[in-house]
């Protein structure tokens, strides 16, 4: 059953967003289907590049080189190398979204994000937008591995780096966007239909009155706590951390989630990450590697001076935030099951995310309410 679905123009979002390089980028109605072969997708790819950069427009197809970087669960990654007189001038990066992602992301919403997000220096610089995609600027980094993400001085840096971005300033609502995303996406992934049979029989396995009265309940407990409202990235998994170590260089990419949010989430939901796609419950981090990452995070000049108390705070909080980010990654992998037509088995994701979830909610769960019951005490 399909979902609805928001209409929105390419040119005009470009157009809002893109001043700093009006003059030198044009936006493009054309689209690249990311489910062709690189060698039917290059001249696509070549004509894109023409049709957007002035100074490239007539340049031999021979300048240019295209080469795929990734092809991750929900987008596809170019490397496009442009050649004149014998050396490199420039190197991009095309972005092409995944089939049927609007169904999931809102694009308006993360193209606002990556205006602001990368005026502040964070990720690759945004040059322009396309039909199915974007163009940003080239980052020379290699993607973390979530093994890479539990090592100490990583931690630390990537703590001291999402406090900068927990600082970024977007126009608009500061209305946080959890709870709305995750009734959105409950409302989408309860009334799916599948053609295999198989999957419909197990996705009819799911009890979605269960999962309602979760949500309602574990949203009453986190609203408890006053998280303070922060710019979240949302998705800060391995894949959308990149880092160069000859320059000692650490960037967020991907801000497609990107919003407004509790700042329990955004790093609770980076704690689940520890666990990669298969979810693997044993690599969560303990106490002591998450009161590591908070006293970077917190105070990352004087990170040994961080109050107890401060870390207690943040302590609950990220836990049971991460409940949160369980639920909403669950039900993003039905939606992603019925609309991806990538090879990902999202239907048992979805199992894994939820499994996890009811894992660790009593634990969490009594965590939190004896905190809160100390504090009423105190």
């Not at 490397?79 to 420039?90: A, F, G, P, Y």
């Not at 000692?248 to 509790?262: M, Q, R, V």
């Amino acid at each position: 059953m399909g979902a609805e679905v928001k209409i929105w123009n390419p040119i005009e979002v470009a157009e809002q967003a893109r001043e700093d390089y009006a003059s030198q980028i044009l936006p493009s109605h054309l689209t690249i289907d990311p489910s062709l072969s690189l060698p039917q997708m290059t001249p696509l790819v070549l004509k894109l590049c023409k049709d957007m950069f002035k100074a490239w427009s007539n340049l031999d197809d021979s300048c240019f080189a295209v080469e795929k970087i990734s092809g991750g669960i929900t987008n596809l990654l170019l490397k496009v190398s442009v050649k004149q007189d014998s050396c490199i001038e420039e190197i991009i990066t095309i972005r092409l979204y995944g089939p049927n992602t609007e169904h999931i992301i809102d694009r308006q919403r993360e193209l606002q994000a990556t205006k602001y997000v990368t005026a502040a220096g964070f990720g690759a610089k945004w040059l322009g937008i396309f039909g199915n995609g974007t163009v940003q600027s080239f980052i020379n980094a290699e993607t973390l591995s979530p093994s890479d993400m539990r090592e100490p001085k990583l931690a630390a840096k990537i703590a001291k780096q999402l406090q900068r971005f927990h600082h970024v300033e977007i126009p608009g609502s500061k209305e946080p966007q959890l709870w709305n995303d995750i009734w959105k996406f409950f409302h989408k992934a309860s009334v799916l239909e599948f053609d295999d049979s198989k999957m419909q029989d197990t996705y009819e396995t799911i009890s979605f009155k269960e999962v309602h009265d979760e949500i309602v309940e574990l949203k009453g407990l986190c609203d408890r706590l006053k998280s303070p409202i922060i710019f979240a990235h949302n998705d800060l998994l391995s894949g959308n951390i990149m880092i160069n170590y000859e320059e000692d260089k650490l960037y967020f990419i991907d801000y497609e989630y990107a919003s407004y949010n509790y700042r329990g989430y955004d790093i609770g939901n980076h704690f689940a990450e520890y666990a990669g796609f298969e979810c693997d419950s044993d690599l969560y981090p303990n106490m002591n590697e998450q009161y590591h990452f908070f006293r970077h995070y917190l105070q990352p000049d004087k990170p040994h001076q961080v109050s107890e108390k401060d870390l207690e705070i943040l302590y609950v909080e990220a836990n049971t935030f991460s409940l949160a980010s369980h639920v909403f990654w669950a039900l993003w992998g039905l939606i992603q099951a019925k609309m991806s037509p990538i090879d990902f088995d999202y239907l048992g994701y979805f199992f894994l995310r939820y499994n996890e979830y009811k894992r660790q909610k009593d634990k969490h769960f009594l965590l939190v309410r004896s905190y809160l019951t100390g504090s009423k005490n105190e």
